[in-house]
């Protein structure tokens, strides 16, 4: 049984997360997980669950957030799906 940080539950089934920094952090879900250590989209302002569009050490949830809050956002392109042929 572990504790989670976030919402204090002690639960059977919780996991660690270690961060780059190299802190550990205890949850019981990952959406405490995301709570607690997603990065916030510099655009919208949600929390960026998949990868992510990084600028210059700015973190946007997506391709269109990062060219509508980047001076030279035009030449950002969605990396995902398949490309035209
Ligand atoms: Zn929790
Ligand atoms: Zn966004």
Same mark, same amino acid.
């Given at each position: 049984?572990? @504790?989670?940080? /976030?919402? !204090?539950? #002690?639960? @059977?089934?919780?996991? =660690? %997360? @270690? +961060?780059? $920094? !190299?802190? +550990?952090? +205890?949850? #019981? $879900?990952? =959406?405490?997980? %995301?709570? *607690?250590?997603?990065? /916030?989209?510099?655009?919208? !302002?949600?929390? %960026?669950?998949?990868?992510? /569009?990084?600028? $210059?050490? *700015?973190?946007?949830?997506?391709?269109?957030?990062? *060219? *509508?809050? =980047?001076?030279? !956002?035009?030449? %950002?392109? #969605?990396?995902?799906?398949?490309?035209? $042929?």
């Amino acid at each position: 049984m572990a @504790r989670c940080d /976030v919402c !204090g539950n #002690d639960y @059977r089934l919780s996991f =660690e %997360i @270690r +961060t780059t $920094s !190299g802190d +550990t952090h +205890t949850f #019981d $879900s990952f =959406e405490c997980a %995301i709570h *607690r250590l997603a990065p /916030v989209c510099e655009h919208c !302002g949600c929390k %960026i669950v998949g990868h992510g /569009v990084e600028v $210059s050490g *700015r973190f946007y949830c997506c391709a269109h957030c990062a *060219r *509508r809050a =980047e001076p030279d !956002g035009a030449e %950002i392109k #969605d990396a995902a799906g398949t490309p035209p $042929s």
